[in-house]
């Protein structure tokens, strides 16, 4: 119990003092799966005080215990249709169709990095399980998920932008990334990057990519 409501506060009541309580677009964006745990063991503590009751009815007869199980069971069929079609992704496939056309539009034997759970897991999931685009070549920025690691996960900033650097110099290869925050910065050899629909992409030759 007492690991329960530790974990109950750290995904609840810290997690909100770690944000100063500043909500902003990005940060509800970011953190919006952190509180689920804390859902979740509301949902086990409230089931916990449901069984709780009905056990203490039985002494009332069958009849209370069938009432009061009626009573508990409205609350959560109320919350179902009440919220279900603000919660139904069943028919939202943005994150599908986002992927693929990202994918489509990579030149021939291109390199792509990738940065976060948005890109990485659509991305990878195309490329990787249903063989999207075999021909193009998948890194994650930060080392994570894919196997063909370029660095270490915990490698520091400064490494990964030296690692990269180091890596985009060499290869002459189409880049694309999704994101510049640990790409080195763009020296005189640089050219700007075509923009498209889904990133910001630069031929390589050998240059450097940048946005």
Known sequence: MLGELLAFLASGVLLALVLGFDYDFLKVAVF??????????LALWMGTGAA?????LE???????RAAATAVSVIPAVLLMTNYSRNDRSRDDFADRHARLLLQQLDPDA?????????????GYLHVIEG???DVTVYNMQGLVFRN??????SSPRRRSERLGAFIA????????MTEQILPPPTARSTSGSSNACCQASRLAPRRARR
């Open 32 to 41: 919006r799966p952190y509180p689920l745990l804390a859902y979740g063991l």
């Open 111 to 123: 390199v792509l990095f990738v940065y976060g759970d948005s890109d990485t897991g659509p991305i």
């Open 149 to 154: 690691r370029l660095l270490p996960a915990l």
């Open 170 to 177: 060499s290869t002459g290869k189409p880049v694309y990334h």
């Open 59 to 65: 002494q009332r007869g069958a009849l209370a215990v």
């Open 52 to 56: 709780w009751m009905l056990s203490a």
């Open 132 to 134: 999207v685009r075999p």
